[in-house]
């Protein structure tokens, strides 16, 4: 039987093999992302494609070297390179001599056969239709526990008092959500996870500050990307409040368009009416709605050479002026170093804190 895999995006791997695991596959984990990883994927990958492009080029070939004969990926729609993604992908690991097996997922309120053929295809264990269904929502609970616990991991580091303790109680929880398997088993282990989060010694007087963090998925998801710089804001006392996780995303490209996606493109209408590809549109709708709750800053992730971000990052400016809040920009690629990037956010955080004791301030004379 052949082995599988997939992308490595964040922690949802977790719940991606619990499924196909049910479904009847044996899976190859995906490695973590590291410098063997991007040297892989930018040896064999076009030198000017996209950062996620290369890292996934990378992953695959680790995979391959594991027992992987199948990868189970996403395709994409619009003006946005990362739509061709499992082709080429497909093509460069044929011309290496791989004989490989790659099933792609288009949007299923799309394209609803696609997504049919493609689990008939994984349902290796000849699972009922009925059966499906239950691994279904058996993996998606699951997923929905990891993005509880990385959402309030975000809002408690920057007030925890030992630094680091947040994380190194997060990184064990996360164990715990993962060994679950029932239903049942899966909430109690996620609200054995909050508490455990919320149980960690904080400081409630200490003064923090927010920012909204938007850009292209991959690098929005996967910390390996971003050189954990959700984790970098956190240790600043920044609590951070990421514009996508992977259940909202699913969400809008499998079922209908949420409330809250369309309410992005309608605040985005007045600077960016059209669709540009990838996340170019959700970047500035989400922006502009950080900047109406009262955030203190915006930082925008965004591969080097990713058009739809190119796009928005023009943009950001004028956003940045006309609703007062301050937007730092970081384009990635294999020659990005954590130390500038900390230094830049050093530098950022400084700005924001200023500008917050400034107006409080300036309140407080004119009140």
Same mark, same amino acid.
């Given at each position: 039987?052949?082995?599988?895999?997939?992308?490595?995006?964040?922690?949802?791997?977790?719940?991606?093999?619990?499924?196909?695991?049910?479904?009847?596959?044996?899976? /190859?984990?995906?490695?973590?992302? *590291?410098?063997?990883?991007?040297?892989?994927?930018?040896?064999?990958?076009?030198?000017?494609?996209?950062?996620?492009?290369?890292?996934l080029m990378g992953t695959y070939l680790e995979a391959v070297e594991m027992g992987a004969?199948?990868? /189970?990926?996403?395709?994409?729609?619009?003006?946005?390179?990362?739509?061709?993604?499992?082709?080429?992908?497909?093509?460069?690991?044929?011309?290496?001599?791989?004989?490989?097996?790659?099933?792609?997922?288009?949007?299923?309120?799309?394209?609803?056969? *696609?997504?049919?053929?493609?689990?008939?295809?994984?349902?290796?264990?000849?699972?009922?239709?009925?059966? $499906?269904?239950?691994?279904?929502?058996?993996?998606?609970?699951?997923?929905?526990?990891?993005?509880?616990?990385?959402?309030?991991?975000?809002?408690?580091?920057?007030?925890?008092?030992?630094?680091?303790?947040?994380?190194?109680?997060?990184?064990?929880?996360?164990?715990? $959500?993962?060994?679950?398997?029932?239903?049942?088993?899966?909430?109690?282990?996620?609200?054995?996870?909050?508490?455990?989060? =919320?149980s960690i010694p904080q400081d409630s007087s200490r003064e923090v500050l927010k920012v909204?963090?938007?850009?292209?998925?991959?690098?929005?998801?996967?910390?390996?990307?971003?050189?954990?710089?959700?984790?970098?804001?956190?240790?600043?006392?920044?609590?951070?409040?990421?514009?996508?996780?992977?259940?909202?995303?699913?969400?809008?490209n499998t079922w209908n368009e949420t409330t809250h996606g369309l309410t992005i493109k309608?605040?985005?209408?007045?600077?960016?009416?059209?669709?540009?590809?990838?996340?170019?549109?959700?970047?500035?709708?989400?922006?502009?709605?950080?900047?109406?709750?009262?955030?203190?800053?915006? $930082?925008?992730?965004?591969?080097?050479?990713? $058009?739809?971000?190119?796009?928005?990052?023009?943009?950001?400016?004028?956003?940045?002026?006309?609703?007062?809040?301050?937007?730092?920009?970081?384009?990635?690629?294999?020659?990005?170093?954590?130390?500038?990037?900390?230094?830049?956010?050093?530098?950022?955080?400084?700005?924001?804190? =200023?500008?917050?004791?400034?107006?409080?301030?300036?309140?407080?004379?004119?009140?």
């Amino acid at each position: 039987m052949s082995k599988v895999t997939f992308p490595r995006m964040g922690e949802s791997w977790r719940a991606f093999k619990l499924l196909l695991e049910d479904l009847g596959n044996e899976v /190859v984990v995906p490695l973590r992302p *590291n410098k063997r990883t991007l040297d892989l994927g930018v040896r064999y990958s076009p030198e000017f494609a996209c950062f996620p492009l290369k890292i996934l080029m990378g992953t695959y070939l680790e995979a391959v070297e594991m027992g992987a004969g199948t990868i /189970v990926t996403s395709g994409g729609v619009g003006p946005c390179r990362a739509g061709e993604y499992a082709m080429l992908h497909h093509k460069i690991l044929h011309d290496l001599g791989y004989d490989l097996k790659m099933i792609v997922f288009e949007p299923p309120r799309l394209y609803p056969l *696609n997504f049919i053929k493609n689990v008939r295809a994984l349902n290796k264990a000849r699972v009922s239709i009925r059966g $499906i269904i239950e691994r279904i929502k058996r993996g998606w609970r699951m997923l929905q526990a990891l993005d509880n616990a990385e959402k309030l991991s975000h809002v408690v580091r920057p007030r925890e008092i030992k630094t680091g303790t947040t994380t190194a109680v997060y990184k064990k929880v996360l164990d715990w $959500i993962s060994g679950a398997y029932t239903i049942e088993q899966i909430v109690e282990a996620e609200a054995a996870a909050l508490e455990a989060l =919320r149980s960690i010694p904080q400081d409630s007087s200490r003064e923090v500050l927010k920012v909204g963090i938007v850009g292209e998925i991959y690098v929005l998801l996967e910390p390996a990307s971003n050189l954990e710089i959700e984790e970098t804001l956190g240790n600043l006392g920044v609590e951070v409040e990421r514009s996508m996780f992977l259940t909202g995303w699913t969400r809008d490209n499998t079922w209908n368009e949420t409330t809250h996606g369309l309410t992005i493109k309608e605040a985005a209408s007045p600077y960016l009416p059209e669709l540009v590809g990838g996340h170019g549109r959700d970047s500035i709708g989400h922006t502009i709605l950080y900047a109406k709750r009262g955030f203190d800053g915006i $930082i925008q992730l965004a591969p080097f050479t990713c $058009i739809p971000e190119i796009v928005a990052r023009t943009i950001l400016p004028r956003v940045s002026k006309d609703y007062d809040i301050p937007v730092l920009t970081f384009f990635l690629d294999e020659q990005t170093g954590k130390a500038g990037m900390t230094t830049r956010l050093e530098a950022f955080t400084d700005l924001m804190r =200023r500008k917050k004791r400034f107006q409080a301030g300036a309140k407080c004379l004119t009140g």
